[in-house]
């Protein structure tokens, strides 16, 4: 019987598959790997795939590189979360409309034996003062992410240039993902700077935990950005346009504000409300 | 398949985080493969939507390798024995070549296809990157040197030995390619699964021109890529034997098919 029931499933996968991977219309979504890894489009995307038919596909990678994707004209809209880099691509003339979806925050995490006495506080600055006189290790995204972006824009509130912190043998820049970071913290008992989506959904924590947070300088904002048709008329405007609508919609907001990890809310709906 | 229902579907309840019924556990999951057979085997909706996603990454990650060695064996079969059989200028120096690109990075190849693709590259109107094509070419141009190589080779051998005598019988040079992969067609095997086995484990080029889209570009490496860099190092792994199991069976049947064949044509003779 556990055969048949075995096979029944199988078949039933199988006809799910055939049918399932049909949507008419797609668009390809350009986004960070904190959105993708979160669970969170995971979680969003059928609803709204449920909805209007239109199938997003979603290339996650650093903010970065996404808005160079963009920028080369490879995606139809973008999902990404760093300010400055995004008024950039606003100020080339790239994106037409650039609106807020939602908030969460980054966190210091690091090794529970804290060599920096850095543990409990909520001050990010004097956290990394404290890790950079200590000499603890530090892992880097390096890779131009939003959370890459945000670390060093922190650094040199801290007193820090990117440029001096890289000959530090005690910052340790891995040009990787977000897990990949993690990963590597968690190897090398060292701290580094993370988003807590990314954080929750990690399953290798090690020894690692939550060292600083709560600092209002660490507030990560994620922004829908919709292209210039002037720069990239080959690009799906408008079915992007129904899905970035929907995004800021209250239905959207419901479904980001819904989603949650273990229990936790982890993105802050903030349409209506940028923070 | 029976045995593969068995194997794998609790883990794939960890492709997407948040359905997550299960604790990481470092036994690799046997634990958890033996309580999904034994307690939570129903076809109920969760059951279908991990089993789904799971046969999904697996049928696309086998039909786009599939598809890239039949393309590459179509171009490598004929390309590989003609090097063996025409002499003329240079062909010294094509080998050297095609040996040389067995060792071509996977990641350069991703690269260069991914600028030709773009929408804003040479063949960008074609509308390919992100999509299981681009994937499919990408694993082409890396499984033609090694299959072209390994043909090469035995056809070099095998037409030292009897090229003359298909030129006394009549035959053209032309002619002769088809006779040459007849007679090493035991090797050919060999190069057709050397090729299928660079394709079907290449992780860099399909990762750069498929995007890893979940459910239309994600293969069997990419999402180990993925797990690994989520901290998902169980199912990254088990993931990896899933891949090696269907590495080796697909070599069985080849293998065991190709001796029926071979049983089958002595008896004609």
Redesign the interface.
Known sequence: M??V??????V???V??DS??AAEQSI?LAST?SVE???LL??ILPQFTARTGIAV????QGTGKALDTAR???ADLLLVHDPEAEQQFMDEGHGLTRRQIAWNDFIIVGPSADPAHVRGGSDSIAGLKAIASAKAPFVSRGDKSGTNAAELRLWKIAGQAPDALGKEKWYRDVG?????A??AA?AMDAYTLSDRG?WL?????GSLIIAVEGDPRLINRYDVIELNPQKHA??KLATSKVFADWLVSSEGQQAIGA?Q??GQKLFNPSAGSPK | ??G???RVPAEIA?L???T?IVP?SPDFGLRRWHRW?YVE???SAG???R??DF??IV?LSVSVSLAATAVAATIGLPLGAALAIFPFPGRRSIVVLINAFLGLPPVVVGLILYLAL????PL?FLGL??TPAAMVIAQTILAIPIISALVHRASERAWARYGDELICDGASRLQAIPQILLIVRAELLTAVLAGFGRTVSEVGAVILVG??????TRTMTTTIA?Q??????SLALALGAVLVGISISISATVFALAGQARTAGSDET
Request: charged share 15%.
């Open positions: 556990r055969a029931r075995s096979i029944l499933t199988i039933a996968a199988i799910a598959i399932g991977s390809i790997t890894s979160s669970g995971a979680s596909n979603v290339v996650a080369r004209g490879d990787g993902g977000m897990g990949q993690l990963n968690s990314t959904s990690f399953n290798n924590k080959g690009a989603y990890l273990n | 398949m029976r593969l229902s068995r960890r997407n985080p948040g997550g990481a057979v085997n129903s076809p059951n279908v939507q089993l789904r046969l999904e049928v773009s929408r804003s590259g960008g990157l992100f995007g890893n889209i979940r459910g239309l993925l690994t860099s989520q901290g998902d190092l």
